[in-house]
């Protein structure tokens, strides 16, 4: 089945730009999902078809998809990002079809 | 609103069963196709099982032959039933509708609080 990649953490100082990577065979032929789940809260869409932004999601969330590697950017950081973010993607041809990522803990230094 | 609220949890002894529910509002769940996710404490998620539109469904190696999802469109609730618990099923468990723009893709985009399952003797 398909495996997803993510370093188990990232850290970033407040106002910068944080980048977590989803790693997977092609991965830019499929479309990436991405959710941030708070300790103790349930996960929440943060981007969707790569690039695409759900209502209520600052714009300082972006995504892109190529090659091998999705990321997720988060431009000027703030302490309330800190969260752990999983991505996913749809695995249509597979008994398997949903596959998240190990998930990255971001830690606003 | 729309909204997902499960229920259903609890503590329960080694090859003992529970049936989770997933009460759905504002939407329609046969409609739309619908996942059961789960979370070890401190691990990350994990995809249990999922039923599309149509009724087909599909689960997780780590569940398969012990967990049925299904739903009653009477209700419009979605149910998770798991036999022959063990230890390693402990986690919170979700609900999530899956939604999608381009078919061979589909998200999470709403879920619910979940629900805690602890097998323990």
């Known amino acids: 089945s398909y495996v997803l990649t993510q370093p188990p953490s990232v850290s970033v100082a407040p106002g910068k730009t944080a980048r977590i990577t989803c790693g997977g065979n092609?991965?830019?032929?499929?479309?990436v999902h991405w959710y941030q789940q708070k300790p103790g809260q349930a996960p929440v869409l943060v981007i969707y078809?790569?690039?695409d932004r759900p209502s209520g999601i600052p714009e300082r969330f972006s995504g892109s998809n190529s090659g091998n590697t999705a990321t997720l950017t988060i431009s000027r950081v703030e302490a309330g990002d800190e969260a752990d973010y999983y991505c996913?993607?749809?695995?249509?041809?597979?008994?398997?079809?949903?596959?998240f990522g190990g998930g990255t803990k971001l830690t606003v230094l | 609103e729309v909204q997902l609220v499960e229920s259903g949890g609890g503590l329960v002894q080694p090859g003992g069963s529970l049936r989770l529910s997933c009460a759905a509002s504002?939407?329609?769940?046969?409609?739309?196709?619908m996942s059961w996710v789960r979370q070890a404490p401190g691990k990350g998620l994990e995809w249990v099982s999922v039923?599309?539109?149509?009724?087909?469904?599909y689960y997780a190696d780590s569940v398969k032959g012990r967990f049925t999802i299904s739903r009653d469109n009477s209700k419009n609730t979605l149910y998770l039933q798991m036999n022959s618990l063990r230890a390693e099923d402990t986690a919170v468990y979700y609900c999530?509708?899956?939604?999608?723009?381009?078919?061979?893709?589909?998200?999470?985009?709403?879920w619910g609080k979940g629900t805690t399952v602890t097998v323990s003797s």
């Open positions: 504002g939407f329609t769940v046969s409609s739309n196709y």
């Open positions: 996913q993607v749809w695995d249509s041809s597979s008994d398997h079809p949903v596959v």
């Open positions: 092609n991965i830019g032929s499929k479309s």
């Open positions: 039923i599309y539109s149509g009724g087909s469904t």
């Open positions: 078809y790569d690039s």
């Open positions: 999530a509708r899956d939604s999608f723009l381009f078919l061979g893709s589909y998200y999470m985009d709403v």
